[in-house]
């Protein structure tokens, strides 16, 4: 059952919005979403990334190594915005990044698909297997910098916001009658 999103938020997502010159990032700043290797790989690759989120603690090692690879051009960090400014900053977008190293379902991804951008995401299970086929969803091995700064470059070269959503979003009234609908068959068996 995939995660809903509020109708609102599929709204405004969808709403028209001048294309800007960055990728976006949208997550916690740590090791499990790869946030110093996904900035790394953008300041490699010359293809600028903009990072909303914020870390689990200001003080964290990891959050002070991302820190030292803001530059403001290639790697720009937002922190925390208001939901407003969120969905702004994703309508924006060229596309959408996570090299995470795992999700339990990620609502910045189907934030992301709701905007109708493409994504480039790691290839793991949480997003090789848990979001429906789309020609704009492009997974790349983590394994290497070198060949992530390839293929975020080339993803960067043709990435642009569709007029589309990249997978079909569904309301969180939706889900909850897909939830319905999953218990009433569990029940009557």
Not at 41 to 60: E, H, L, M, W
Not at 63 to 72: A, I, K, P
Not at 144 to 164: E, K, M, P
Not at 167 to 181: E, G, L, S
Request: glycine content about 8%.
């Amino acid at each position: 059952v995939p995660i809903g999103l509020e109708a609102a938020a599929i709204e405004a997502l969808a709403a028209t919005q001048s294309e800007c010159d960055y990728l976006v990032s949208v997550g916690t700043i740590c090791p499990r979403k790869n946030s110093v290797l996904l900035a790394t790989c953008a300041k490699k690759a010359r293809v600028p990334v903009v990072f909303v989120g914020k870390p689990f603690s200001d003080d964290d090692p990891y959050f002070q190594q991302f820190l030292e690879l803001v530059d403001g051009k290639y790697v720009q960090f937002v922190g925390y915005v208001p939901e407003g400014e969120k969905h702004e900053i994703l309508r924006g977008a060229r596309g959408f990044t996570l090299l995470s190293e795992g999700e339990s379902g990620c609502f910045a991804v189907y934030e992301a698909a709701a905007a109708g951008l493409p994504l480039f995401l790691s290839e793991l299970p949480w997003a090789a297997k848990a979001y429906p086929a789309s020609e704009r969803l492009h997974l790349v091995p983590i394994r290497t910098v070198s060949g992530i700064v390839d293929r975020l470059r080339g993803f960067y070269a043709t990435a642009h916001r569709g007029q589309t959503m990249t997978f079909p979003d569904r309301t969180q009234v939706d889900v909850a009658k897909m939830y319905i609908n999953l218990y009433e068959r569990l029940m009557s068996r």
